[in-house]
T-cell receptor, first 110, second 117 residues
């Protein structure tokens, strides 16, 4: 079982709709969770971090965490073509190691 | 805030040469820096963790004599790929921790694309 799992996609969403990205993790002791966005040929850019169960909203982005189910998700409202990218879920394991999922490729169709 | 730079952004070298990549935290002090590599259409793979003033901790399977890491100050870490070969061609990305977010948030540099001929 991979430590952090994501559906690799591609996920296609029409412009203006809600994009939903999902991630599961194996280490039940994990406490810190991150979503990064990576455009082709570029390095990852931090979108959100989440540490507590429930929802955390920042603009059009909402991160959701359910530690009992070992599940973290990212919702993007009012999707824009500029949101087209690969979204990486990452989880802190151990003292400081950031473990990434394989990423979900998202395409927003105008 | 929390800006991380890398230099060079792109390098092409001949097989057998050594290449040094610099990673700098521009507006914060980074107690810990990380080095990753990424192959096309793959996720990031952690190579090593670098703490200022101490030896780097390498991940399993990463040759420490081939990938030399130095973290001489709180704002600078370097990765040297020694005797580079074509299979070392990859996208190398550093990250730094300590930039105003939570204590465990990592901020990434723009990456260095290495091509070994």
């Amino acid at each position: 079982q991979k430590e952090v799992e994501q559906n690799s996609g591609p996920l296609s969403v029409p412009e203006g709709a809600i994009a939903s990205l999902n991630c599961t993790y194996s280490d039940r002791g994990s406490q810190s969770f991150f979503w990064y966005r990576q455009y082709s040929g570029k390095s990852p850019e931090l979108i959100m971090s989440i540490y507590s169960n429930g929802d955390k909203e920042d603009g059009r982005f909402t991160a959701q965490l359910n530690k009992a189910s070992q599940y973290v998700s990212l919702l993007i409202r009012d999707s824009q073509p500029s949101d087209s990218a690969t979204y990486l879920c990452a989880v802190i394991q151990g003292a400081q190691k950031l473990v990434f999922g394989q990423g979900t490729r998202l395409t927003i169709n105008p | 805030g929390a800006v991380v730079s890398q230099h060079p952004s792109r390098v092409i070298c001949k097989s057998g040469t050594s290449v040094k990549i610099e990673c700098r935290s521009l507006d914060f002090q980074a107690t810990t820096m990380f080095w990753y590599r990424q192959f096309p259409k793959k996720s990031l793979m952690l190579m090593a963790t670098s703490n200022e003033g101490s030896k780097a901790t390498y991940e399993q399977g990463v040759e420490k004599d081939k990938f030399l890491i130095n973290h001489a100050s709180l704002t600078l870490s370097t990765l040297t790929v020694t005797s580079a070969h074509p299979e070392d061609s990859s996208f190398y990305i550093c990250s730094a921790r300590g930039g105003g977010g939570s204590a465990d948030t990592q901020y990434f540099g723009p990456g260095t694309r290495l091509t070994v001929l």
